[in-house]
């Protein structure tokens, strides 16, 4: 079994991984959503089979490698993600973009809160909430991304 147009999902994650390192000015920097996480969860969501645990730990650690930080730093998160994305699948298939929403806000909020106690654990970050500030800002993001991504998908008829 061939996949086709493969490409696409490659440069989704490239430009996610491009989105989530590009610099920004200073008092933005703290509310850069979580590009990385919304597009590993929109291709485990979409096409589980393709997007997965492993797929998500590589992008981690390829994300660890961009920022400079301890190798799985990110990819942790990342997994925890697209665990819990592909647990609740056929759940989420069926609800609407809202609903999507929300429940992704506190998928990302459970990642958020694993890289902050990462963060802690190797002396990288002070212990504060202002690291949540992503989660409702990738929450509110979802259906645009979503939007994006399946028009994509469907386009170029990938799967």
């Known amino acids: 079994m061939t996949s086709r147009n493969s490409w ?31 597009v590993v969860a929109f291709w485990a969501l979409a096409l589980p089979h393709r997007g997965g645990m492993t797929v998500a730990f590589c992008l981690g650690l390829a994300l660890d490698v961009l920022t400079g930080t301890l190798l799985g730093q990110n990819g942790l998160p990342l997994v925890l993600i697209a665990f819990l994305v592909l647990s609740l699948q056929q759940r989420l298939q069926m609800f609407p973009l809202w609903q999507q929403s929300m429940v992704l806000l506190v998928i990302f909020g459970l990642a958020q809160l694993v890289q902050l106690w990462l963060r802690t654990l190797t002396g990288n970050h002070p212990p504060t909430l202002l690291f949540l500030v992503p989660v409702p800002i990738s929450a509110l993001l979802w259906p645009w991304v979503y939007i994006a991504l399946q028009g994509l998908r469907r386009r170029f008829r990938v799967n």
């Open 8 to 38: 696409v999902i490659w440069l989704s994650w490239a430009l996610a991984l491009m989105l989530s390192i590009v610099p920004m000015p200073e008092g933005m920097a703290l509310g850069r959503p979580l590009w990385l996480g919304m």
